[in-house]
């Protein structure tokens, strides 16, 4: 079943009197489990497409469907709501607080929904610090880790809400090459594991990991073929 479907999706920019058309009627239907590289030159709408996925902006017209629910129509604190309950989040420069440790950085979604955090949570959040490879470093914070190991305590943040869809803006493009096929291996295991997972990157080599590469040009789709016959080395 389609998870994600967006239709006629148009996002425009109004900049004083000229009107910046970014998005200009897409059509996108994405399947539950998939695993989708968005690419395209810088400008081409990327990032404008994957803030209005995150129900971070909304479209100008068009509607967008997450599941059965056009979110296009919904106020602000809906929004919200649908992004801390259905969306995980990973970024290119991990976005984790300084101040505080891998567990404390994973409970943060927990904290932004108003939940409570107790010894529940604590030991649900060092779960998931474990099951990417941190259980060594619960009480560090992020400055005393590498790169991959930051990226690593933001998938386990993604991932506190049990999302349903998993949005990544360039997870790799900080990364080195081996750790990024560290974090694409991880990304792979939790896709196969059911989440769907769209994912902005404009490196060849990481969409290849992915299972349907979606390219746009001038905010319309060039291309959008299945990465079926590729072979990677795990
Ligand atoms: P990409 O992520 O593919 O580089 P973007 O979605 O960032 O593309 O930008 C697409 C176009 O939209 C660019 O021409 C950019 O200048 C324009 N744009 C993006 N955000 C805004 C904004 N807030 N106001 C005006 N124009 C914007
Ligand atoms: P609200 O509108 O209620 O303040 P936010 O927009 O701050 O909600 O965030 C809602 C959810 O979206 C958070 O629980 C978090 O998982 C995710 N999120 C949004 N932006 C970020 C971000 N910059 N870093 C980490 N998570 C984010």
């Not at 998870?3 to 109004?14: A, G």
């Not at 004083?16 to 810088?42: R, Y």
């Not at 974090?183 to 080599?205: C, F, P, W, Y």
Request: with cysteine; charged share 25%.
């Amino acid at each position: 079943p389609a998870i994600v479907r967006i239709v006629d999706l148009v996002k425009n920019y109004y900049m004083g009197t000229q009107t910046v058309h970014v998005l200009k009627g897409l059509n996108l239907t994405f399947d539950e489990g998939d695993f989708i590289a968005l690419m395209g030159p810088s400008g081409s709408g990327k990032s404008t497409l994957l803030n209005v996925l995150g129900c971070l902006d909304r479209p100008t017209s068009g509607s967008y469907f997450l599941g059965d629910v056009d979110v296009a129509q919904m106020a602000d604190d809906q929004l919200s709501e649908v992004r801390s309950t259905y969306l995980g989040f990973i970024f290119q420069s991990y976005n984790l607080l300084p101040q505080y440790t891998v567990v404390e950085n994973v409970e943060l979604p927990l904290l932004y929904q108003g939940i409570k955090l107790d010894e529940s949570t604590k030991a649900r959040c060092t779960a998931l610090a474990e099951m990417v490879g941190l259980g060594d470093r619960l009480d560090h914070r992020p400055l005393q880790l590498s790169g991959g190991q930051q990226q690593r305590v933001a998938i386990a943040r993604s991932l506190v809400n049990d999302p349903h869809l998993i949005l990544g803006d360039e997870p790799t493009g900080n990364l080195d090459t081996k750790t990024s096929v560290e974090i694409m291996q991880m990304l792979r295991a939790l896709n196969r594991s059911g989440k769907t997972i769209i994912m902005v990157t404009h490196e060849n080599d990481i969409a290849e990991w992915a299972r349907r590469v979606v390219r746009l040009r001038d905010g319309m789709v060039e291309s959008d073929t299945r990465n079926d016959a590729r072979t990677i080395t795990e």
